[in-house]
């Protein structure tokens, strides 16, 4: 399995929960702490995320980096692959 | 927005383009418009037209279009956003000009030049929001408000006898011979998410190519005026909206070259 | 393709036309209605030795002024024209464009309102074009030609104090001037030069933050600083660009003021007048707005009384009131729905006027 | 040679009334001098009758719109009855005559009439009875040169219909030889 | 269904609402805009009380003065309300209307503009209903209320005054006072009688000619007879109808003049400007047109100065300096773009003016 | 008009209705609207209902109408003659109500209006006289305007280019549900007028039932914009016209009950 | 062949001949006359007229009243029979 | 009894800022007072501050909007930070206990305090903190009797929120009591 993970803008995000909605790995929940907007933000609850990109996806706030592990067949080079 | 550093031996395979900016979007938690912007910015980045890419936002909730996105915007009043498009492009013609407009505003209020925008086959590329309200000013009914919908102007629900029928205007958009491309989208999953980019990439092609009007209904939802959680919404969205707004092209350009 | 200076027989809206092409137009969109149908349809017919210019009959004059915004965030130099019912239907637009301060042209050829009225000439849009017929606090600048010489300077000026000030300009005039031919003297296509328009939306290149159009802001401090900035323009606008003639005026005891169409029959009044030993000037504002307070109110010291005339039911007397500010007694004689007062007919209102002001003697 | 003129011109939607004005205008404009020309507005969308008032002058104009003329040439009776009395005295008044069952009996104007439509037919096009009335007009009132008003029609036919000019200068100079005509008569009677 | 007159706490735009149904209104068309879409909201949820009321949400602003133009011709009581931007796009159904001689009743809950602006309240539209943002010479009857009940009360008058002069006549407020919640009476359903119009087109019997409801006479001498006449009724209107509110006028020495909210602040600035021992009056205008303009002048000539104070750049102050024609001197205090001067900044005016009043004497 | 003394032994087969008054019409020689005006009122009096029907003629060279309609009568602004007729109707509810538009009016600046008065099936009868010109202005370009038509403001002929294609509105207003009843005449032929005869009686018949908006249009000529004689702009129109704008129904109402 | 006749009102005739040209029978022509409003206005030159009606029909003026000769065979009464 | 005050009260859009102010403003019309409430018109379309100005008077009401107040009660720091220096020497400033960081320091009014969020959730309905707050402030400014502000409830709440109303009267009553030993405290301290 493809390791991933999440950075999440927890200023940014409105805790709409799509993202939790989306994740196909329920990696993703709503943090116990309300963010300066008055919002309880998502957060990783689980390490099993595979960087498949769906919680970006439908964020609408824009406020998910994804990051997948680098394969390692590949040549050097930090390359930004965009899956759509 | 800062970009962490790449955790080792990872890499970034999602971020926010560039061409939105790093204003926080006022928009309701789970209101489909923050989708389409981004969608429709990363679609521009990829394209790398940034500096050739003109917008035209009306007023409705997505009025401070210009504040998310990165590239020249023009505000226009409510419901000609697609003759201040045409405007524009007609006076710059090798520009990608796009209009982003509401129900209310694009099929209400601005019916006339919506119709004679794409008669005329003005190049440009309209977005068109259908989350069934009026959004902006409190939730009142649109013209592609289904029939028993409850809004604040039909607090018992829409009904045929005063207030007609739902409007398809994409429909009627696609029967003219101005349209070049048609199509109705989503953004409310992944993969309507990832339709929706290859639609708004097609139809900015096209645009080059002086086919003639393109445009891109987007079924989207309004959880604040629905009063519902965002993930209600979209799953009334899905039971409701999509039966009556079937997802798909509509009309597709005569030739591919 | 530059032309030289030409003279010409032509109509007002000919002429208008032709030297918005002149003045380097780089887009037009209009809608027919009568008394001005003829600037698009010139336009139109000579559109094909000018290229580079977009001429576009749009489905409405909502559609058409809103194209006008586009065309003009964009950077264009762009004109448009109506008559009464049509300019009533862009007073949205209007007020929008003084807000976002985009600079167009707008004529307005007037005919006889209210409603629908009828075709013949009037001045029945004063308020309408100085007052601001749209929501909110902004002004025009007006400018009311009243040869056919002047429809097409006008044009030239009209885009040139638009374009330095960003704001709309009107050219209001009539049916009449519209439609009558006189000799005019067109300057060369490129004398009027194109200013830098850094604000315009042309498209954001990596050396610039992005250009926004928009008169939305939403806080009300910041939309009042928005109000004061264009309070700050008007009150330059009326230091620097206020226009007038005067004839016979140094001796005069009777003042008509008029503009427009009126000032012409004024001044045949004027010489019938004279002829008459009646020792009577005028005073044509040429920019209604900035109008010429000044210059009225040094005459209003110095006059018996002051004749307005226009056609319509008494628009500009209160701007002349406003500038005499009691001075002298102000009178108006007006015609209205389409009815063209006769020099003669307002001579006898000059007549009535130096009866009562001897009788009071 | 007078020096300016205030002038009405006056008849049905399509006897060329409106065309022999700025005909006029133009000539003048040729010579230099300061012109205005003011259509009125009917009524009638289409059809019905049609005015122009001509000023001619070697200043400035200022009104365009008049209520009083030096000349007036009409080509109907409507016309006729609108605008008799408008003519200032000493003025001119020509009229077409076949258009005309009653005519004018003011006696302080100078009247004048010609056959302009049987004229234009002898010449073969009934369009140019109005050419032949300028003509005429500028027998009496010699406010440009004859020679002008052909300049100025060359100026204003489209390339098409050049070769309606030498029929034009024929009715210029019939008119004038029409007006010399009557006159001769009027003064023999 | 008759009802009694009722005390309820409400908001103006829903007070507004209320009194329309309550003043036996037959049709709204109207079109969502803040700071005014509670009143078609309201309507909508009672309208079901008012079977006989018909209630419709237009596609625009455009359509809906069309739909009270139609509705108003056919002899219906008629209302539609809006604001700022949707205002301006009435103009030209507006003019139709004032030329067709159509009653209605017009609601203008004013916000910021030029423009898009803002959707805070604002006096900005003041120029355009009172000296007619549409095209041609016409009027409406503009009232001004200050409170809540007022938002009531005027319904009634609104609707009473169009029809009897068969004109269209305006409620001019501002989303503050459509916002805000007073204690309100109701008048009972049904108190408000209907005028015959016989000149609706209801359908042609047998005993009547046709009835043509237009604005258009090609001719321009009847055109001018119904301009004539429309003057004529303006004329009575400006005897009949002036309405106007003094305090404190008697002794003095500054006046302050302001209408609508406003008004209300400058109640409050007169009250803290006695108790610092000003000598300080208010006087009110509650019809803007017809304008108060000779209560303005008495007072002009014994007040040391007025101040006059709107939520926008100047606009009836203008009216104000008409009616003073000189006789003292007049100050303009306003806020724009949604600002709303508080009565401690319109003392400090005051004082201003005192001091400078006092240094001259 | 004083109507002859019965011939000795004939019979009047054909006159003037009561419901035209005797002004005589202002059009230009040939011009259908008088038909168009004459046929609606012999239905309007065949029917008996001039008591009952209210008629909307806006700007355009049909603006006198009420001079000629002996009936109770509202000029409107223009393109919005659709809006003044809902207003009437919905207050009015059981009168027979229609407009009169021509398609500069219903098809360019009223088109918002069009759409959304049949999309909420408004009980009136819309009639769109179809001449391919703004004759009332000067014949300028319509909507409908053929391509290569050479108008006032096309000069050079209509270029889909700049003016895009001509626009079968009475094709879209067919498609909306409120529409109860969408047909195509004509009136320059016996044949013709007497089948427009008939859809004017089935149009105001189903608005009775109240089943939504009737919508006829008249594909008609302007002899004097089309610089042609009466005759030859009848050839015209069925040689250029007709292929475009082919006559027939567009759409009946669902049940004839 | 029934007989019929028209009688044709000369002031309100535009001239447009429409009527000549839809007339089966080509009984119709133009006057020589011009009227009041300068058309020459539509006649009868032919006297076999059947009362079609077609004229009558395509008349956009309204100018034309259409007479057939009554048939003898029906009861009395002069009625007045709308053919279309 | 005070028979006049100016009152603001302001917080979060979803605290029951605009609803106290009416609640507050219906009892006194109940009894007879002339009342305003106005709203504040914040820039954002959703969420975001809210605040009202509630005027209560024995007389016609002059301005509904106001610079300076009699009292004011705040449900957050931004509020707080907002309206505090807006109080009359001699007011009283009213806030929620938990929602404020950094308490005001001005002497020359009167400072009251109560936990009412907390309080609110004991009753558990964390719905009702505004009413704890406005039973805290009837007790310092008795500008109506608490009962009429309990049947300004009984005909705002629509029918299928009726069972509300005991709530209600208990937090108002909690409020009173918590303003009382929250003044006692003031007092000991
Ligand atoms: C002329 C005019 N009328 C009305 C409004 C008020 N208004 C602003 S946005 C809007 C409708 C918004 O609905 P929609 O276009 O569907 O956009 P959404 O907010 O739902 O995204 C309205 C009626 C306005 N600004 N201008
Ligand atoms: C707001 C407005 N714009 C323009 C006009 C001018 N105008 C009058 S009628 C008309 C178009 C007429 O064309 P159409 O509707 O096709 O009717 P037709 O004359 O061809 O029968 C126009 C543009 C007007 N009266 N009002
Ligand atoms: S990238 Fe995929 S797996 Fe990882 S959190 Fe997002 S949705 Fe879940
Ligand atoms: S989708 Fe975005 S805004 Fe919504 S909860 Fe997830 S991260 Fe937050
Ligand atoms: S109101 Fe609706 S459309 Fe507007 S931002 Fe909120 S959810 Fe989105
Ligand atoms: S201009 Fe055309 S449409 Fe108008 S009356 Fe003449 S022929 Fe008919
Ligand atoms: S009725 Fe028939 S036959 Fe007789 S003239 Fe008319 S068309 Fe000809
Ligand atoms: S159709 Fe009518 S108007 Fe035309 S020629 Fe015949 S009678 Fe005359
Ligand atoms: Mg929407
Ligand atoms: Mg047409």
Redesign the pocket.
């Known amino acids: 399995m493809i390791r991933?993970t999440?950075v999440i803008a927890e200023d940014i995000c409105k805790g709409c929960e799509l993202?939790i909605e989306?994740?196909?790995?329920e990696?993703?929940g709503l943090s116990d702490k309300i963010n300066l907007k008055g919002y309880r933000y998502a957060v990783?609850v689980k390490d099993n995320?595979?960087?498949?990109?769906?919680?970006?996806l439908v964020c609408p706030d824009a406020a998910i980096i994804?990051y997948r592990q680098k394969k390692p067949t590949k040549t050097a080079g930090p390359q930004v692959e965009v899956p759509i | 927005m800062d970009i962490p550093p790449l955790t080792n031996g990872y890499e970034i395979v999602y971020k926010k383009p560039q061409t939105l900016t790093d204003t926080p979007m006022h928009y309701c938690p789970g209101c489909g418009h923050g989708v389409a912007h981004r969608v429709l910015m990363e679609v521009v980045e990829e394209m790398g037209i940034q500096d050739r890419t003109i917008g035209v936002a009306p007023v409705g909730c997505s009025v401070f279009a210009y504040d998310y996105m990165n590239i020249d915007m023009q505000e226009a009043p409510h419901g000609r956003a697609s003759a201040v498009a045409s405007g524009i492009k007609r006076v710059l013609p090798d520009r990608y000009v796009f209009s982003y407009q509401g129900d209310g505003d694009l099929a209400a209020i601005g019916t006339g030049e919506t119709i004679h925008v794409v008669n005329r086959g003005e190049n440009i590329l309209m977005v068109f929001i259908n989350n069934g309200v009026y959004g902006m000013t409190g939730g009142q009914m649109a013209p592609t408000t289904l029939l028993g919908m409850k809004t604040t102007t039909t607090p018992y629900g829409r009904e045929v006898k005063t207030a007609g029928h739902p409007l398809r205007i994409t429909n009627l958009v696609a029967q003219l011979p101005g349209a070049c491309y048609v199509t109705r989208q989503a953004v409310h999953t992944p993969t309507t998410v990832r339709k929706l980019k290859k639609a708004f990439r097609a139809a900015l092609e096209y645009q080059q190519k002086q086919q003639g009007t393109c445009f891109v209904e987007v079924v989207s939802n309004c959880p604040s005026s629905w009063k519902m959680t965002p993930a209600e919404a979209n799953k009334w969205l899905e039971e409701n909206m999509f039966p009556f707004y079937p997802l798909g092209d509509l009309k597709l350009p005569a030739q591919s070259n | 393709m530059e032309e030289k200076a030409e003279v010409r027989l032509m109509k007002g809206n000919e002429a208008l036309a032709e030297a918005a092409f002149r003045a380097g137009m780089h887009a037009y969109f209009g809608y027919p209605i009568t008394p001005q149908s003829e600037v698009i349809e010139y336009l139109m017919a000579e559109q094909p030795s000018h290229p580079e210019c977009v001429i576009l009959q749009a489905e409405s004059e909502l559609a058409a002024i809103n194209m006008i915004y586009g065309a003009s965030g964009a950077g264009a130099r762009v004109m448009i024209t109506s008559s009464g019912p049509g300019i009533s239907l862009m007073q949205e637009g209007i007020s929008y464009m003084s807000s976002a301060q985009l600079p167009c042209l707008i004529a307005n050829i007037q005919r006889g309102g209210p409603g629908l009225g009828t075709i013949q000439p009037s001045q029945g849009d004063y308020f309408q074009a100085v007052k601001g017929g749209g929501h909110g606090d902004y002004h025009l600048i007006v400018l009311a030609p009243a040869s056919v010489q002047e429809m097409a300077d006008f044009v030239f000026e009209g885009f040139r104090l638009a374009e330095k000030y960003r704001n709309p300009a009107m050219i209001l005039t009539d049916g009449a001037l519209g439609q009558m031919m006189e000799k005019v003297v067109l300057p060369p296509k490129g004398s009027l030069p194109y200013p830098e328009k850094p604000w315009a939306t042309t498209g954001k290149t990596k050396d610039r933050e992005r250009n926004i159009i928009t008169s939305l802001f939403i806080q009300p401090e910041k939309m009042e600083q928005i109000n004061l900035g264009l309070q700050a323009k008007y009150r330059q606008i009326e230091k620097e660009e206020v226009r007038y003639e005067t004839i016979a005026v140094d001796d005069a005891e009777i003042l008509l003021v008029a503009f427009g169409l009126t000032s012409r029959i004024c001044q045949k009044t004027q010489q019938l007048a004279r002829e008459r030993g009646m020792r009577v000037g005028l005073l044509r504002p040429i920019t209604l707005y900035p109008f010429p307070v000044e210059p009225i109110a040094a005459l209003a010291a110095k006059v018996d009384a002051v004749l307005v005339v226009e056609m319509n039911a008494g628009q500009m007397v209160e701007d002349v009131r406003l500038a005499v500010e009691g001075k002298c007694p102000v009178q108006f004689k007006g015609r209205m729905g389409g009815m063209i007062p006769s020099p003669e007919e307002v001579l006898q209102a000059v007549e009535t006027i130096a009866e009562k002001q001897h009788a009071e003697l | 040679m007078i020096t300016s003129q205030e002038i009405v011109i006056a008849g049905f939607g399509g006897q060329g009334v409106l065309s022999m004005g700025q005909l006029l205008a133009y000539a003048a404009m040729l010579e230099g001098k300061e012109v205005s020309w003011m259509p009125s507005y009917g009524p009638e969308m289409r059809g019905g009758t049609a005015n122009c008032i001509v000023i001619v002058s070697d200043s400035r104009i200022s009104s365009p719109i008049l209520s009083k003329f030096d000349s007036a040439i009409v080509l109907n009776q409507p016309s006729l009855d609108k605008f008799v009395n408008s003519v200032r005295p000493g003025g001119l008044l020509l009229y077409e005559r076949s258009s005309i069952i009653s005519p004018p009996t003011r006696t302080d104007i100078e009247i004048v009439h010609v056959a302009a439509i049987e004229e234009a037919h002898r010449l073969t096009s009934k369009q140019v009875a109005n050419v032949v009335l300028l003509g005429a007009f500028l027998e009496r009132r010699p406010i440009v040169d004859p020679k002008n008003v052909i300049s100025a029609l060359k100026e204003v036919l489209p390339s098409h219909r050049q070769h309606l000019l030498p029929i034009n200068e024929q009715a210029l100079v019939r008119g004038r030889e029409l007006a010399l005509e009557a006159l001769s008569e009027s003064v023999s009677r």
């Open positions: 991933g999440v993202c989306a994740c196909p790995q990696s993703l990783l995320c595979t960087g498949c990109v769906n919680c970006a994804v």
